[in-house]
């Protein structure tokens, strides 16, 4: 089976979901939500700000995203990621935090778990953040489980690749970096990866792809934020993939308060105490003003 059938078998579970129509208010919101007792999870929408493409934002291309199945399948398939990562990661490291990442650390809530792998809460001060599908700026073996950083990563990849950044010419003409870091490259054969120093293992970003699983720890903790919190607050997320949507499906079976807010369909809408339809940044200023003044 080629790279392209596999990737097309990524269903759309949002196929046919309408954006719904808002229910309750912010100031609502506000009123059911204390920080201190609030569990937050945050999707691609808390980011698009920074300048990271949304792949499910209404008007984004669609793109094929890169399947678990498909990196572990074949030396050419790693090659083909790991040479557009190691060219998008120099622009991908340059994103930094927006307000919104900087007001959910000031509001620092009981817990934060989140679906980006951009590494930005961090970035912006909160901790700890439970980054349920991984983050970018780790690498995992495959075979050890060690991990490295990115960085380090991206320095064997220069050693081992020299003239790569200068003469790799991308697709289309124009830098767009991808969700996963990556750009699209015209040419990568004869681009080298390094395997595990300590156990000639396979390399992988420390992400969760499409077809995988949550790490079983992370995937525990976050079940223990939300079963701690007594609401919860859905930002940026469509929670398309079932990490997040169980999570709002258990904070409803014990009936805590659920507060949703992104501008597209959710796959929580009916389950929401109150709906904003709308962008996140300004919901989360108000939410920091109401708290603790401008
Ligand atoms: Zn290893």
């Known amino acids: 089976m080629s790279t392209s059938q596999e990737l097309r078998r990524?269903?759309?579970?949002?196929?046919?979901?309408?954006?719904?129509?808002?229910?309750?208010?912010?100031?609502?919101?506000?009123?059911?939500?204390?920080?201190?007792?609030?569990?937050?999870?945050?999707?691609?929408?808390?980011?698009?700000?920074?300048?990271?493409?949304?792949?499910?934002?209404?008007?984004?291309?669609?793109?094929?995203?890169m399947t678990g199945q498909a990196f572990r399948a074949s030396h050419n398939n790693r090659q083909l990621y790991w040479a557009r990562g190691?060219?998008?990661?120099?622009?991908?490291?340059?994103?930094?935090?927006?307000?919104?990442?900087?007001?959910?650390?000031?509001?620092?809530?009981?817990?934060?778990?989140?679906?980006?792998?951009?590494?930005?809460?961090?970035?912006?001060g909160s901790d700890p953040v439970l980054e349920l599908h991984g983050s970018l700026y780790q690498v995992v073996c495959l075979t050890c489980g060690r991990v490295w950083s990115r960085d380090w990563m991206q320095e064997q990849l220069a050693g081992l690749n020299p003239g790569f950044m200068t003469s790799a010419t991308v697709a289309g003409g124009d830098v767009e970096i991808n969700p996963d870091g990556d750009v699209e490259l015209n040419e990568v054969t004869g681009f080298r990866i390094p395997d595990c120093p300590v156990c000639h293992g396979i390399l992988k970003p420390d992400v969760v792809y499409f077809g995988e699983q949550v790490r079983p720890q992370v995937a525990a903790a976050a079940t223990q934020a939300v079963e701690d919190a007594e609401s919860v607050l859905v930002l940026g997320s469509s929670l398309a993939v079932h990490s997040a949507l169980r999570l709002v499906r258990m904070a409803s079976r014990e009936q805590k308060p659920i507060v949703v807010v992104t501008d597209g369909p959710t796959r929580a809408d009916d389950l929401a105490t109150v709906r904003v339809v709308g962008r996140v940044a300004p919901f989360v200023a108000g939410w920091r003003a109401e708290l603790m003044g401008d």
């Open 10 to 65: 990524v269903r759309d579970p949002l196929a046919g979901l309408e954006t719904p129509l808002q229910r309750g208010t912010a100031s609502e919101a506000y009123s059911l939500l204390n920080p201190a007792y609030t569990a937050v999870i945050t999707g691609a929408g808390v980011s698009t700000d920074s300048g990271i493409p949304d792949y499910r934002s209404p008007g984004s291309p669609s793109r094929s995203p």
């Open 86 to 124: 190691y060219v998008g990661w120099e622009h991908y490291r340059q994103f930094s935090p927006n307000q919104t990442h900087y007001d959910l650390a000031a509001l620092n809530p009981a817990s934060l778990i989140t679906q980006n792998v951009d590494g930005l809460h961090r970035a912006a």
